[in-house]
């Protein structure tokens, strides 16, 4: 299973939360399967799409789900330190782990030599930590959005691999503005 | 804590609900009354661009962010304030200790801060430069400035300014 194997098994539970998906090709895997509003593509800043996911499901009380890398998270890692000690439950970071930088040609990562999320998130401070495989990850993800009291880091581990697709052709003030308007805080739309 | 009060009071006057820090001793009075204010949201957090993240959640979750940083944390920030902030263009205070100016004991800081207003400009970012008490008056209108241009803004508070704040 690789990236985009996996975002089609998810993507009936995607649509039904608010998403704040990666940049590069996971973001462009996820529009080409299923646009919706309440996915807001990270079209810039590798590394924050966890940190943005935080930030929102701080801020309202919609699920939120971050989709994001083991290439960015291991450009952000502090961000597990920060969600470990204040993610409300509200929050679920799935870390799509397929051992690569996908998106700038499938180089290793170092979660493909020694590094384990699963281990830097606990250490962290994050408590509901799961690792599982791909298949299992429709069936974590309806558990950790079925839990009222806790949030989790859910590591997705997969094979690397892309679909040749291209740039989403959304301008960024159109997937804010929508997004804002799913929520139902944007007045002038 | 006179100075910090003010500060506080004028973001909040602003409508900024959503703090994140990055320590600083010139932060510290201001964490304090933030820490022990229920009306609104506040934490700290490890890094500078992380915090950028968060704020841009809290902008689409409908919150008025501010995050409070040395100036060195612009350094840490470009990319997130790029790509992210002013790509989707959303409205973030930065308040910002000035170390490096005037009164500051710490050498190491003055390459920063000789270059912090560059950047700002250099990324077009609004700035109040706040030398003198009287200036902090400006904080609430500079605030509501970046909801309705829909830009992060910058707030530079001296050293001097708020080095005797007890």
């Given at each position: 299973m690789n990236r985009f194997d996996l975002l089609n098994k998810v993507q009936n539970i995607l649509k039904d939360n608010l998403v704040i998906?990666?940049?590069?090709?996971?973001?462009?895997?996820?529009?080409?399967?299923?646009?919706?509003?309440?996915?807001?593509?990270?079209?810039?800043?590798?590394?924050?799409?966890?940190?943005?996911?935080?930030?929102l499901a701080l801020s309202q009380n919609k699920h939120v789900i971050s989709i994001d890398g083991d290439g960015s998270v291991l450009m952000n890692m502090n961000t597990l330190a920060t969600i470990g000690n204040r993610a409300p439950s509200n929050y679920t970071l799935l870390i799509i782990d397929n051992g690569s930088y996908g998106s700038t040609g499938d180089q290793r990562t170092f979660t493909d030599e020694k590094t384990s999320?699963?281990?830097?998130?606990?250490?962290?401070?994050?408590?509901?930590?799961?690792e599982c495989s791909g298949e299992e990850t429709v069936?974590?993800?309806?558990?950790?959005?079925?839990?009222?009291?806790?949030?989790?880091?859910?590591?997705?581990?997969?094979?690397?691999?892309?679909?040749?697709?291209?740039?989403?052709?959304?301008?960024?003030?159109?997937?804010?503005?929508?997004?804002?308007?799913?929520?139902g805080?944007?007045?002038?739309? | 804590m006179k100075i910090s009060k003010k500060i506080i009071d004028n973001l909040k006057k602003g409508g900024v609900d959503f703090y994140l820090s990055v320590p600083c001793k010139l932060l510290a009075n201001m964490i304090d009354i933030l820490e022990n204010d229920k009306d609104i949201y506040y934490s700290a957090v490890p890094r500078e661009e992380e915090g950028m993240g968060i704020c841009a959640g809290a902008y689409l979750g409908n919150k008025f962010p501010c995050i409070m940083m040395q100036n060195t944390g612009i350094g840490n920030s470009v990319n997130a304030i790029v790509s992210l902030l002013q790509l989707y263009q959303m409205p973030v205070v930065f308040l910002i200790s000035y170390r490096g100016t005037?009164?500051?004991?710490?050498?190491?800081?003055g390459g920063m801060a000789k270059i912090t207003e560059d950047i700002l400009q250099t990324l077009r970012i609004p700035i109040l430069h706040c030398s003198s008490e009287k200036e902090l008056d400006k904080i609430s209108t500079f605030s509501k400035h970046a909801k309705v241009v829909e830009s992060p803004v910058a707030i530079l508070c001296d050293f001097n300014l708020m080095k005797d704040d007890k």
């Open positions: 998906c990666n940049i590069g090709l996971p973001s462009q895997e996820l529009y080409k399967i299923s646009d919706q509003p309440n996915f807001f593509y990270m079209l810039g800043s590798m590394g924050l799409s966890s940190s943005i996911g935080l930030g999320l699963k281990d830097v998130a606990l250490g962290a401070g994050c408590k509901n930590v799961i069936n974590e993800l309806n558990k950790a959005i079925d839990d009222k009291d806790n949030s989790y880091v859910i590591i997705s581990k997969i094979n690397s691999g892309n679909v040749k697709i291209d740039p989403i052709p959304l301008n960024p003030i159109t997937i804010r503005d929508r997004f804002r308007k799913f929520i805080k944007v007045k002038y739309l | 005037p009164g500051e004991p710490v050498g190491a800081q």
